[in-house]
């Protein structure tokens, strides 16, 4: 699940008015997103564990300074040869960790009724948005930045059995930081798993500007993302830190991420309105009991994997170590690593529904 992850200079047309300041005191971090009024205020506090994890990633003084070449990790990851592996470990249309069985605990708590309009932002390659339209007959937009992503939902869905669920889902090639893709007030649930972590700091809080704008009054959000501890409670790990530079992610802790949450406002013609988290989860156990059970499955199935695919073997061992990186991350020994859930609404300016 990946969204967009250009570098913010290259982005003009779509983020002109876009700035970010780090202060000494009181305002930290304000963000305007280009197409939505909206502010971003974080205290400080939370602005230094931002700041924090955006260094973490950085390599040579600056965010894009040590990054790897976007471009060309993309295309690498997802070629029809990748995205065959990823759904040979997590099952068709899944890419992450414990596949179809999770989707049940994601979807839980936002009270989904049939005839709702769902947005999927990152959603691959349409498992989740499909099991969202199958067992709650909601009408699901799934999108995604990557053009072989769409190209693959699309395809699988024109392959799938006659059913009335089959066309409740349509899916687009497009970016959370793109406040133009939807009119304001278009959905009643907005879904995200395991996606913003790909954007920075100031990206993430354009998106979630434009969560507040698509989402109607009262409508809610499920979000679960990788994210850390708070260094007050303690220094990140090796492991961890490196973790992030070799996979160009930017994750944040529970109290930064809520800031950036609530602290987006989205003021339209069909007037304001802010995103408030009524429940903020770690599920960080669960996401190693997954990683090592899938782990334990690749590794019964490796002789099958290396002979279905190019290069097997080198990929294997790329992905098992992966596997350990997360699985030792994620340990309580470690506690690093933290799997978010974040769960909320929309609420009019003011605090009104």
Request: include cysteine; charge should be neutral; proline fraction near 3%.
């Amino acid at each position: 699940m990946l969204l967009a992850v250009t570098r913010l200079a290259s982005r003009s047309a779509t983020c002109a008015h876009i700035r970010v300041r780090l202060a000494v005191a009181g305002v930290a971090l304000r963000v305007q997103p280009a197409g939505v009024a909206a502010t971003l205020d974080v205290p400080m506090s939370t602005a230094r564990a931002a700041s924090t994890a955006v260094k973490a990633t950085s390599v040579g003084g600056g965010v894009e300074s040590g990054a790897p070449d976007r471009t060309a990790v993309h295309d690498s990851r997802y070629t029809s040869e990748s995205i065959a592996r990823s759904e040979f470990i997590y099952g068709e249309g899944y890419q992450g960790p414990g596949g179809a069985d999770t989707m049940r605990f994601f979807s839980q708590d936002l009270q989904l009724k049939q005839g709702e309009r769902v947005l999927e932002i990152g959603c691959g390659l349409g498992g989740p948005a499909n099991y969202l339209a199958q067992t709650y007959g909601v009408t699901v937009t799934g999108m995604d930045v990557q053009p072989a992503m769409i190209e693959e939902c699309k395809r699988k869905q024109e392959r799938m059995p006659e059913s009335p669920s089959k066309y409740l889902t349509t899916f687009l090639e497009g970016s959370a930081t793109d406040g133009s893709l939807f009119e304001a007030a278009t959905f009643d649930v907005v879904f995200c798993r395991d996606t913003l972590l790909y954007l920075e700091v100031a990206m993430k809080a354009e998106a979630f500007a434009n969560i507040a704008k698509w989402l109607k009054p009262g409508g809610r959000f499920m979000v679960g993302d990788f994210g850390h501890r708070s260094t007050e409670e303690g220094a990140l790990s090796h492991v961890f830190l490196d973790y992030m530079k070799s996979t160009d992610v930017h994750m944040i802790d529970f109290g930064t991420y809520k800031a950036l949450i609530e602290g987006c406002t989205a003021r339209t013609a069909k007037g304001a309105g802010q995103l408030v988290v009524t429940k903020m989860e770690a599920h960080t156990e669960l996401f190693r009991t997954l990683n090592t059970r899938d782990l334990e499955v690749f590794r019964s199935r490796r002789m099958e994997f290396c002979e279905k695919f190019l290069d097997g073997d080198e990929h294997a061992d790329a992905l098992v170590k992966r596997w350990e990186k997360k699985i030792a991350m994620s340990s309580r020994e470690d506690g690093s690593f933290v799997w978010q859930r974040f769960v909320g609404h929309k609420v009019a300016s003011g605090g009104q529904n």
